[in-house]
Nanobody, 122 residues
Framework: QVQLVESGGGLVQTGGSLRLSCVVS????????MGWYRQTPGKERELVAT???????NYSDSVKGRFTISRDNAKKTMDLQLNDVKPEDTAVYYC????????????????WGQGTQVTVVT
């Protein structure tokens, strides 16, 4: 069974740092684009950062310069380093991946992790 599993969330003080990790488990052929998204109650899920299979990154304006996304294709993992966090970064963070499951087709399937809570306190 293919799954994306996040870890690393928790409580952090304003200005502090935290590192989130996502691992893809199960049998897959390859991973295309990956990304981190976040959601707070009553709001839509929003993009935080994305990274292509070649390592090209993209960040939302709200986290640019503070967060860093990275991935290890061989280990099927993706990380998000959160620095200088602010109370408005409080949210459930979700890992997303476009996964190629079958060699017979280049079609990719969209997978989400279960989410990990990040809470920034003053």
């Amino acid at each position: 069974q293919v799954q994306l599993v996040e870890s690393g969330g928790g409580l952090v003080q304003t200005g502090g740092s935290l590192r989130l990790s996502c691992v893809v488990s199960g049998s897959i052929v390859s991973i295309s684009g990956m990304g981190w998204y976040r959601q707070t109650p009553g709001k839509e899920r929003e993009l935080v950062a994305t990274i292509t299979s070649d390592g090209v990154t993209n960040y939302s304006d709200s986290v640019k310069g503070r967060f860093t996304i990275s991935r290890d294709n061989a280990k099927k993992t993706m990380d998000l380093q959160l620095n200088d966090v602010k109370p408005e970064d409080t949210a459930v963070y979700y890992c997303n991946g476009q996964l190629r499951l079958y060699r017979a087709t280049e079609f990719t399937y969209n997978y989400w992790g279960q989410g990990t809570q990040v809470t920034v306190v003053t």
